[in-house]
RNA sequence: GCAGAUGUGGCGGAACUGGCAGACGCACAGGACUUAAAAUCCUGCGAGGGUUAAACCUCGUGCCGGUUCGAUUCCGGCCAUCUGCACCA
C-alpha cells in the first residue's frame, strides 16, 4: 500500500535541504526562466486556484530540466496592500507581523505540494532590500519626467478612504471593498504611461501572448484615430476645440456639447445668460458617480448655454453649445461636435431636446433615402457622404481622409491619435505600501531623496487609520514628515502617501535575477542572460492592467539602459478559474471553499498535481469535484502497485514498444500546449494496458515513470529508486521516440456506404488502393447487391466510402 | 452596445488538417474475492428499435439552413451562458 505521507515527505525534505532545483550560476548553459505571479500572502492561506497555475509551470519547469536547461522557477511573495492593513485597523496588530505569519504558512503550504520553485531567490515586496530598487525605479521615472504630481479629480472609495485607479473602480463601487465611489479632488503622483501607449500596442507583435490577452491590452490602450477641429466661438476670436473620430460627419453637426467640467463656463461666465441654471447642472453632474453617470439607458440630460454659439467651420452656420454629462472631461478634448444622424447618443440627445438633425451619410445598401431616420446611422462601413459639399459621393472611410486634409488645409485643426488609456494615479493615503522617495521643500519645490539613501524604510507606527478627509496614515507623524531638503538642506517635507500594490509586481520577475545584489537591481550579466522571461502565466484578472503597468515599467526601463530586452515576457498564458463542485465561484460566503491543506492531507500532493491538472482544458474554468480527485489517487495507486508486476528488460517489449513511443510523443508534445489533461488521460490509459497483460518490464517502467514524474514528482521518485534507479528523475534526460515506431502497420479503418459506416476492414499501412478496394467491398457486399455504384473514395489510411444510387 | 470565449452522455471532458462521435475519469449496475463491509480486480454503461443472445437498423455534438461522398470540425443566420470593457465622440 502506497503511503504517501511518508514518501511525500521524505523526497520533499530532500529537495528542500539540498536545493535540488536551484537555478545554476553557470551562464554558459541554455537558459529557461518560467514564472508564475507570485502570491499575496492572504490570511486564508492558499487557494486551490494557486495550485493550478503552479503546477502547470511547474510541469514545464521539470521538463525543461530533463531537457537540460539551466532553470530559473522563482517564487516570492507580493505582500504589500490592503487586508493586511485593513486587518491591523481592525486587530491591532502590525502588518509586518501578520505579513510575516502568512508567509510562512504559504511557503509551508507550497514546499507541501512539491513545487520545484528556486526558495533561495525568494523575494518580498515589503522588504527594505527589495523595496529599495521599487523606490530607485520610481525616482528614475521622476527624473526623466515621468512622474509627476497633479491635482486631478480621482476616484475615492468612500470605505477604505483612499484613492482608487480606474481599474480598482467595479461598477461604481471600490473593488476590494464594495463601498460607493465618488469623485474628489487630490493632488496626487501620477506616472506618464500614456506616453509609451503606441509602443504598448506595438510590441504585441513581437511577443507570444495569447491572442485573447493581446485583445485586452490593446482594448484597454483603446487607440482611436480622428481629428481636432476647431469651432469658432461666434463673436470672439476664440475657438472650441473638439475631437471627433467622423470628420466626414462634421456637415452634420447641428451643436456642440461640453462636458460639465469643462473650461469653457469659467470663460464665459459674464456672457452666458442662463449661468444659474447651468453651474446647478454642474453641481449636480459633480456628485453623481462615475458609475451613475455611466449608467446605461439613462436618459441624457442637459442644460443650452445660452449666450454663446459656435460656427461649425465646414456651413459656417451657427450653432448652439450645451452641456451635457454625456461628454467626459477625460477623454479627448471634454467637448464634441454633435452629429445627431450618425452617432447614436447624439441622435438620443438630439430627440430629447429637439435639436435639428440632418443627414450627411446615406446607408449604401438601402435604396429608399428616407427623410426621417429613425436612428443614427453609424456603419462606417457602408457610408457614403450625401449633403456634404466636396465629400459628397465618396464612401465614409475616403471622406474621412478626405475630410482631415482639408480641415489641415484651412488651419481648422489636425489629424490626432486618442488613447482612452489615462496617466496611472500612483499615490495611495494608505500605510502599508512602498514610501514614496520624495520630499517637498518650499524653495525647491519636489526632491527625490539621494538614492544612496534609500531605502526609505517605512516608519513603524501604531496609527493605521487614515484621516478623515482621506490624509495617509503616515500624515499624524510629525517626527517622520520633517525631514530637510537634499537639494538646499532647508526644512523640508516627506511625501505621506505611498505606492499602490501594482508597484511591487511590476518588476519583481527582474529582482529574481538576482535577489541579494546590493548594488543593483539586478547584474548586468544576470539580466542579459535570463531576460526575458521565457513562459509567464498566471490568471486573467491580471492580464490587463499588472501586464501593462509592469510592459511599461520594463519599456522605462529598457529606455534608460537598466534592461536588455524591450519586453518583459516572451509568452504569457493564463489558466481558467477553479469554481466550487456547486459551480460557482468560490466564496466563504457561499461555503464552497476548498482548503489545498485538507486535499494534500487526504489524498497526497501527487493526487492533488494530477487532479488539478485532469480536471478539463488548462485555461477554461472548471468545478471542483471531490470523487475525480479520488479518481486520481486511485490511478496512483494502482501505477505503484504495478511493481508487482515488474519484470527485467533493457528494451521496451515488442508488445509495448508502440504504445511507449505514441506516449512520449503525445505527453512531449502535450505539455508544450498545455494539454495536461489528454497527458493523464494517456498515463491511465497505459496503466490500464500493462494492468491487462499484468506485466511491465524495467525499460517500460523507467520511462513511464519519468513521464508522470514532472505531474506526480514524490511517488515516481521513489518507485524509481525502488526498481533500482541510481541518479534521479529531477535531472536525468527526457524520454526521446521514434517517429517510425509510432506508427501502427495494420489499420482499422471504416467502410462507409453514401457518408454512412456499415464496416470495418482491417489493412495494411500504406496498402494498394486496389486491395483495400476489394476489401472494401467485400465487406458489404450484401449491400452492395443489385446497386449501382457512381463513386468511390479512397482517403489513403483513412476511410473507404462507396456512393450507390 | 463592443470585444473575446463556450455550448458534446447522468457529470468532468476527448476527437490530429473535414474521415468510425463519446478517449480518459467520475457516478451507476452486475460479477469475483470476503463471514460481511471497505479496498481491490473483472465486465457493462448515449437514446430508441430489434434479437433467446447477437448481428443489425434509426436518431444523436445548442437551434435553423448551406457546402461536401462525408460536418462536433467549414460557411450563413439565430439562441443561450460566461468573461472583460462600456456614454471613449
Same mark, same amino acid.
Given at each position: 500500500m502506497y503511503n504517501f505521507k511518508e514518501v511525500e515527505k521524505k523526497w520533499q525534505d530532500k529537495w528542500y535541504a539540498e536545493g535540488t532545483f536551484n537555478a545554476k550560476n553557470d551562464y554558459s548553459k541554455e537558459k529557461w526562466y518560467g514564472l508564475i505571479e507570485f502570491?499575496?500572502?492572504?490570511?486564508?492561506?492558499? #487557494?486551490?486556484? #494557486?495550485p493550478r497555475s503552479y503546477t502547470a509551470l511547474d510541469i514545464i519547469a521539470r521538463k525543461r530540466r530533463m531537457q537540460g536547461y539551466n532553470v530559473l522557477f522563482p517564487i516570492g511573495f507580493d505582500a504589500f496592500g490592503l487586508p493586511a492593513e485593513n486587518y491591523a485597523i481592525k486587530n491591532h496588530v502590525h502588518p509586518k507581523i501578520t505579513t510575516e505569519k502568512n508567509i510562512n504558512h504559504f511557503r509551508e503550504q507550497l514546499k507541501s505540494i512539491g513545487f520545484? /520553485?528556486?526558495?533561495?531567490?525568494e523575494v518580498n515586496t515589503t522588504d527594505p532590500n527589495y523595496y529599495k530598487w521599487t523606490q530607485w525605479i520610481f525616482i528614475q521615472l521622476y527624473k526623466h519626467g515621468l512622474a509627476y504630481k497633479a491635482t486631478m479629480p480621482i476616484n475615492f &472609495?468612500?470605505? &477604505?478612504?483612499v484613492g482608487l485607479a480606474n481599474e480598482e473602480v467595479v461598477n461604481g463601487v471600490c473593488?476590494? &471593498?464594495?463601498s460607493p465611489v465618488v469623485q474628489k479632488e487630490k493632488s496626487q503622483w501620477m506616472l506618464r504611461i500614456t506616453k509609451y501607449a503606441q509602443r504598448l500596442i506595438d510590441d504585441l507583435d513581437d511577443v507570444n501572448f495569447l491572442d485573447k490577452i493581446k485583445a485586452q491590452q490593446i482594448n484597454w490602450i483603446g487607440r482611436s484615430e480622428g481629428a481636432e477641429v476647431n469651432f469658432k466661438i461666434s463673436g470672439t476670436d476664440d475657438n472650441l476645440l473638439i475631437y471627433t473620430t467622423?470628420?466626414?460627419t462634421i456637415f452634420g453637426a447641428t451643436y456642440m456639447v461640453v462636458a460639465p467640467e469643462h473650461s469653457l463656463i469659467e470663460k464665459y461666465k459674464d456672457r452666458i445668460t442662463n449661468l444659474d441654471e447651468v453651474e446647478e447642472y454642474k453641481k449636480k453632474a459633480a456628485l453623481k458617480s462615475d458609475f451613475e453617470r455611466a449608467e446605461l439607458n439613462k436618459e441624457k440630460t442637459g442644460v443650452e448655454i445660452k449666450g454663446i454659439k459656435a460656427v461649425n467651420?465646414?456651413?459656417?452656420e451657427e450653432i448652439p453649445i450645451w452641456i451635457s454629462?454625456?461628454?467626459?472631461?477625460? $477623454?479627448?478634448?471634454?467637448?464634441i461636435m454633435a452629429v445627431p444622424a450618425h452617432d447614436t447618443r447624439d441622435f438620443e440627445f438630439a430627440k430629447k431636446f429637439n435639436l435639428p438633425i440632418k443627414q450627411v451619410i446615406k446607408d449604401k445598401n438601402s435604396e429608399n433615402e428616407s427623410n426621417? !431616420?429613425?436612428? %443614427? /446611422?453609424?456603419?462606417v462601413n457602408n457610408g457614403i457622404a450625401i449633403n456634404?459639399?466636396?465629400?459628397?459621393? !465618396?464612401a465614409s472611410k475616403d471622406a474621412i481622409n478626405k475630410a482631415i486634409e482639408y480641415i489641415e488645409e484651412h488651419k481648422l485643426g489636425e489629424r490626432k491619435v486618442n488613447y482612452k488609456l489615462r496617466d496611472w494615479?500612483?499615490?495611495?493615503?494608505?500605510?502599508?505600501g512602498e514610501p514614496i522617495p520624495m520630499v517637498y521643500c518650499e524653495k525647491c519645490g519636489w526632491v527625490p531623496i539621494p538614492?544612496?539613501? !534609500?531605502?526609505l524604510k517605512l516608519p513603524d507606527v501604531e496609527d493605521y487609520e487614515p484621516g478623515?478627509?482621506?490624509?495617509?496614515?503616515?500624515?499624524?507623524h510629525e517626527e517622520w514628515i520633517n525631514t530637510t531638503c537634499p537639494h538646499c538642506g532647508g526644512k523640508a517635507r516627506r511625501e505621506t502617501d505611498t505606492m499602490p500594490q501594482w508597484a511591487g509586481s511590476s518588476w519583481y520577475y527582474l529582482r $529574481?535575477?538576482?535577489?541579494?545584489?546590493?548594488?543593483?537591481? %539586478?547584474?548586468k550579466e544576470a539580466l542579459e542572460y535570463w531576460s526575458p522571461v521565457d513562459w509567464y502565466n498566471g490568471g486573467m484578472e491580471h492580464t490587463t492592467l499588472h501586464l501593462l503597468y509592469s510592459r511599461f515599467w520594463h519599456k522605462f526601463l529598457y529606455d534608460i539602459g537598466v534592461?536588455?530586452?524591450?519586453?518583459?515576457?516572451a509568452k504569457r498564458t493564463s489558466h481558467g478559474m477553479i469554481l466550487g463542485s456547486?459551480?460557482?465561484?468560490?466564496s466563504k460566503s457561499k461555503g464552497n471553499v476548498i482548503n489545498p491543506d485538507e486535499i494534500v492531507d487526504e489524498f497526497g500532493a501527487d493526487a492533488f498535481r494530477v487532479y488539478e491538472m485532469f480536471?478539463?482544458? /488548462?485555461d477554461q474554468t472548471a468545478p471542483w469535484s471531490m470523487e475525480s480527485i479520488r479518481g486520481c489517487m486511485k490511478f496512483l495507486d494502482r501505477v505503484w502497485n504495478m511493481q508487482d508486476f515488474l519484470v527485467d528488460g533493457d528494451e521496451y517489449s515488442e508488445k509495448f514498444e508502440k504504445m511507449m513511443h505514441k506516449a512520449i510523443k503525445k505527453v512531449s508534445s502535450d505539455i508544450e500546449e498545455m494539454k495536461f489533461n489528454t497527458s493523464v488521460a494517456t498515463f491511465m490509459t497505459m496503466v490500464n494496458e500493462f494492468y491487462k497483460e499484468k506485466q511491465i518490464n524495467k525499460a517500460e517502467f523507467a520511462t513511464f515513470l519519468q513521464l508522470l514524474n514532472p505531474f506526480a514528482p514524490h511517488m515516481t521518485e521513489e518507485l524509481y529508486q525502488k526498481i533500482g534507479?541510481?541518479?534521479?528523475?529531477?535531472?536525468k534526460a527526457w524520454p526521446t521516440y521514434d517517429e517510425a515506431k509510432t506508427i501502427e502497420d495494420e489499420i482499422e479503418i471504416p467502410v462507409q456506404i453514401k457518408g454512412k459506416v456499415r464496416a470495418t476492414i482491417t489493412i495494411m499501412k500504406d496498402e494498394d488502393e486496389e486491395k483495400v478496394k476489394e476489401k472494401a467491398k467485400e465487406a458489404v457486399a450484401s449491400q452492395l447487391e443489385g446497386k449501382k455504384i457512381i463513386k468511390e473514395i479512397y482517403v489513403k489510411n483513412k476511410i473507404y466510402n462507396i456512393v450507390i444510387s
Open positions: 502570491p499575496y500572502p492572504s490570511g486564508q492561506g492558499l #487557494h486551490v486556484g #494557486h520545484s /520553485f528556486d526558495w533561495s531567490r &472609495c468612500t470605505g &477604505c478612504k473593488e476590494r &471593498c464594495g467622423r470628420p466626414d467651420p465646414l456651413t459656417n454629462d454625456y461628454v467626459l472631461i477625460t $477623454y479627448g478634448t471634454g467637448a426621417e !431616420l429613425e436612428e %443614427a /446611422f453609424t456603419d456634404s459639399d466636396f465629400l459628397n459621393g !465618396l494615479v500612483f499615490s495611495r493615503q494608505r500605510y502599508w538614492e544612496e539613501k !534609500l531605502p478623515e478627509n482621506g490624509e495617509s496614515p503616515l500624515a499624524k $529574481y535575477m538576482d535577489p541579494h545584489n546590493d548594488k543593483e537591481l %539586478a547584474s534592461v536588455p530586452t524591450k519586453e518583459p515576457y456547486n459551480g460557482e465561484k468560490m480536471m478539463g482544458p /488548462f534507479g541510481t541518479e534521479e528523475l529531477a535531472y
